[in-house]
């Protein structure tokens, strides 16, 4: 499945050891390090059994760091091709979990629409992270998820993310509750409406302003890895 990278930086350093032993490897279905940048600065690598191509389709890549390696900063990825659509952003009632690292840089300008698989119109609304909306205020990133494809619920943390501090970034499922994590605590959970609808959105990443930087996306379907207070990882996300 090919994904298209349409993005104005994306930033790294020398690659990290990522690493084996994740017993869910089986279940992710999308593990971008944002490293792995080729001599054109035009792929980077998904790391999950699906293998998805990414392609930076306008843009540069700069050496920088993120929490690892490297980082994605003001950028647009979104998934096309024969699996754009299919179930593997298609959460429904199961368990899953969403984590990445993210650094906030600033207030947020704007609405900030994050990882989503999300169109408005059309009533194909299924889930998505967003700052600077609809109560969500612009140092935090809440979460908003549709049952039906129309209607929204939303989750807004009990606290802000740290300013200029890399943190570990967490959603996951369990069959009945929803739970959001900030580096391992809990600071928003759910039981309403739990099920996403199967939208046919395609699979997107927006960093849309210069107020987040982006790090380590794992999304793993059919296992909800946290249900509790947790300690982050400290190393990359394993390759398997």
Known sequence: MPIGFLASAIQRRVNPVYGQGDEHFSSVV?????????????????????????????????????????????????ASGTKSDDGDFSFGSGEFTIEYWIRRRGESV???????KYVTSGGQRSWRFESSTLGVP???????????????QNMIPNAPLPLDTWAHLAVTGDGSTLRMFYDGVVVASSTTNYGFYASSAPFSIQV???SFDVDEIRITKGVARYTAEFTPPESPFPNS
């Open 30 to 78: 999308f593990l971008c390090h944002c490293d792995n940048i080729d001599s054109n600065q035009t792929i980077l690598s998904d790391e999950s059994s699906q293998a998805n191509s990414i392609t930076l389709s306008r843009g540069d890549a700069q050496i920088s760091g993120g929490k690892f390696g490297g980082r994605l900063r003001r950028g647009v990825l979104t």
């Open 110 to 116: 704007g609405t900030s629409n994050f990882i989503q």
């Open 138 to 152: 612009p140092d935090r990133m809440g979460f908003r998820w549709s049952h039906n494809g129309s209607t929204n």
């Open 208 to 210: 849309e302003n210069d």
